[in-house]
T-cell receptor, first 114, second 113 residues
Framework: KNQVEQSPQSLIILEGKNCTLQCNYTVSPFSNLRWYKQDTGRGPVSLTIMTFSENTKSNGRYTATLDADTKQSSLHITASQLSDSASYICVVSDRGSTLGRLYFGRGTQLTVWP | EADIYQTPRYLVIGTGKKITLECSQTMGHDKMYWYQQDPGMELHLIHYSYGVNSTEKGDLSSESTVSRIRTEHFPLTLESARPSHTSQYLC????????????FGPGTRLTVT
């Protein structure tokens, strides 16, 4: 069964600190992995998209890594800000159809305290 | 900011009412999607469309229906709303390549009393 598991479920950190969110998946055949940020009451916004051949990709203070062999990904946030408080969703796409079906994790709820 | 819009943003209605949730995008994307999301849970695909006059049901069974008469417009209709339909509904669109970015609208928070 194709699944995407994220940990931790929730995380509280102080402003300025770094953190790392984890994503494990069983989706096969793999096409790409995406990280989204979703603010409360809003739609998700894309942070990174990585294909099989990419090990790391950065977007400002966000750095995603991918290990396609172990089917794991992480999202590292550097020097956190209050505006980073949101749900971070890991999404994996398969190659089973023309476009690729998206499998969503439940997200990690990050809270940044001042 | 993505050019994909949803109205209304919030809706509270009584049981049995017919409602239509609007979704439109100005990016010329062929592929459009409707997702349902409950608090703290993952997004579930309920409908998708690969172009005009093309609609398919997603993974999560839904009593809603959709139509795609124009490329930019993908409305979702509930003929008779029930409390079990209370949820957040997210519309999305993307181009037709595997690694194309999927853009989401702001969502409609529906409450059926």
């Amino acid at each position: 069964k194709n699944q995407v598991e994220q940990s931790p479920q929730s995380l509280i950190i102080l402003e300025g600190k770094n953190c790392t969110l984890q994503c494990n998946y069983t989706v096969s055949p793999f096409s790409n992995l995406r990280w989204y940020k979703q603010d409360t009451g809003r739609g998700p916004v894309s942070l990174t998209i990585m294909t099989f051949s990419e090990n790391t990709k950065s977007n400002g203070r966000y750095t995603a890594t991918l290990d396609a062999d172990t089917k794991q990904s992480s999202l590292h946030i550097t020097a956190s800000q209050l505006s980073d408080s949101a749900s971070y969703i890991c999404v994996v796409s398969d190659r089973g159809s023309t476009l690729g079906r998206l499998y969503f994790g439940r997200g990690t709820q990050l809270t940044v305290w001042p | 900011e993505a050019d994909i819009y949803q109205t209304p943003r919030y809706l509270v209605i009584g049981t049995g009412k017919k409602i239509t949730l609007e979704c439109s995008q100005t990016m010329g994307h062929d592929k459009m999607y409707w997702y349902q999301q409950d608090p703290g849970m993952e997004l579930h695909l309920i409908h998708y469309s690969y172009g005009v006059n093309s609609t398919e049901k997603g993974d999560l069974s839904s009593e809603s229906t959709v139509s795609r008469i124009r490329t930019e417009h993908f409305p979702l209709t509930l003929e008779s709303a029930r409390p079990s339909h209370t949820s957040q509904y997210l519309c999305a669109s993307r181009r037709g390549t595997p690694t194309s970015e999927q853009y989401f609208g702001p969502g409609t928070r529906l409450t059926v009393t």
